[in-house]
C-alpha cells in the first residue's frame, strides 16, 4: 500500500491530522515485528585484506554489516545495534544510525588475530549493559581468518550464550575447510538440543569465494529469520484474517475512520473498474483479430474464383458448395482400401497398356521384326521374362487379341485402298 498515496486522496484533512495517520500506520507495521538489541562482531585482521571477495574481505564485510544495520534498525523503532572489533567495543547498542556507519567506515586493520571466544565474551557483556532491557539478545559474528582455538572452547561459549538467552548468528568468509566444523559447533551449543521440537534461533552462513556477502544476508534468515521471522509472518497472518472483514473498504473500519475508509473504497473500485475494461478490451481485440483472419480467408477465396473467370455470384455458390461438400464427405474407412492383390493387377494391366502405346507409336520394324513379334509364343517368351509380368494373365491375352485384330483391319484397308486404286 503507498501510504503517500492513500493519505493524499483525503483532501479533507489537516496536516496534523495526516500526521497523526501517518504514526497510526507505522506504529501497525512497527509492531508486527521484533524489538532486538544486536552487536556486530567484525573481524578486522591481516587476513581481512585478501581480495577474494569484491573489493576486499574487509570491504565485502562492511558491505553487509551496512545491510544489517538497515534490517535491525527498520525492524522496529526501538531496536538497538552496537558494533565491535575483536575485544574492542566500538559503538554500544545504540538507535543512532550515524554514529554505527561511522564506526563501521572507520574499522582499522589489527596485526593480530584475536580471540574469538573473548570477543563474543566482550559483545555478550554489551548487550547485558543495553539501555533498554526488553526485547531478544542476538550477536552476529564476522569470521573471515583462521580460528586458533578448538571446537570444545566454541562450544562452551555457545552453551554460556544459550543459559544468557543470547543467541548468535555466525558469517564465514573465507577459510572455510579450517573454520566451518568448528563454527557450526559453535552454532549447535548456542542453539540447545533440537530434539525437543523448538526452533533453531541460532544460523550458520558459509559465504564461498567470489559471492557478495550482501546478496546472500538478503535471503538468510540472518536478516529474515530465527524467532523473529516467524512472528512477523504469524503477526502478518492475523493482520491479513482481521482485514477480511472489511475488505470492501481495504481493511479500515469505517466506524473508526469515515474518510480513510471512503477513500480506500474509491480507490478499489476505480481499479476494479479499470481492470474490468482492460479485460474486455483484450477480448475484443482477439474476437476482432478472429473475424479478421476469417474475412481474408473468405475474400481470397472469392478472388481466386473471379480469377478463374467466374462472377463473384458464382464464386460465392462454388464456395459454399465446396464447404457443404466438406462437411458432407464421409471418412475414409480402412475397409474401403483396395486390397494389395487389386493394386498389383491395376498396375500389371496399366504397365501393359503404356508398353503397347509405345510399340505403337514408335518407329515401324522392319520385315523379320514384324514377323517375330505376330508370333504368338515370341511373344509370350517375351513377356515372360519381364519382371512381375504373367503372360497367362486375362488383360494381357484380351491386350494381344486386340493388337492382331487392328493389324488385320489394316492390312484389308490397305488392300482395299489398292484395288480401288488399280
Sequence with gaps: ?????????????????????????????????????????????????????VPTRLGAQ???????????TQSHPESTVGVSAGTQLLVSPTEDVGKILNALHGLPIVSSVKDVTAAVQVASLALKHRKNKNGSQRIVLFVGSPLEVDGRALAKVGRQLKKNNVAIDVVAMGELETNEEKLRELVDAANGRSDDGAERTCHLVTIPPGVLPSDVLASSPIVHGGAGGSAFAASAA????????????GGVDPNMDPELAMALRVSMEEERARQERLAARRAEQETSEDSKDADMTDAQAVVNAMDMGLSEEEALLQQALAMSMNENEPRPQEDSKPSAADMDEDDEAAAMQLALQMSMQAEPPTGSEEQQFQD???????????????????????????????????????????????
Design 238 to 249: 492475523a493482520a491479513g484474517a482481521d482485514l477480511g472483514a472489511f475488505a470492501e473498504f
Design 376 to 422: 504368338p509364343q515370341f511373344v509370350n517368351q517375351l513377356l515372360g521374362t519381364l519382371p512381375g509380368v504373367d503372360p497367362n494373365d486375362p488383360a494381357i491375352q484380351r491386350a494381344l487379341k486386340n493388337l492382331q485384330g487392328d493389324k488385320k483391319e489394316e492390312e484389308d484397308d490397305k488392300k482395299k485402298d489398292g484395288e480401288s486404286s488399280d
Design 1 to 53: 500500500v503507498n501510504i503517500d498515496s492513500l493519505i493524499s486522496s483525503t483532501t479533507t484533512r489537516t496536516t496534523n491530522n495526516k500526521q497523526q495517520l501517518y504514526l497510526v500506520v507505522l506504529s501497525f507495521f512497527w509492531s508486527t515485528m521484533p524489538l532486538e538489541s544486536c552487536m556486530i562482531l567484525l573481524d578486522n585482521s591481516e587476513f581481512m585484506r585478501n581480495g577474494d571477495y
Design 62 to 72: 562492511v558491505d553487509a554489516a551496512n545491510l544489517l544495520v538497515g534490517a535491525k
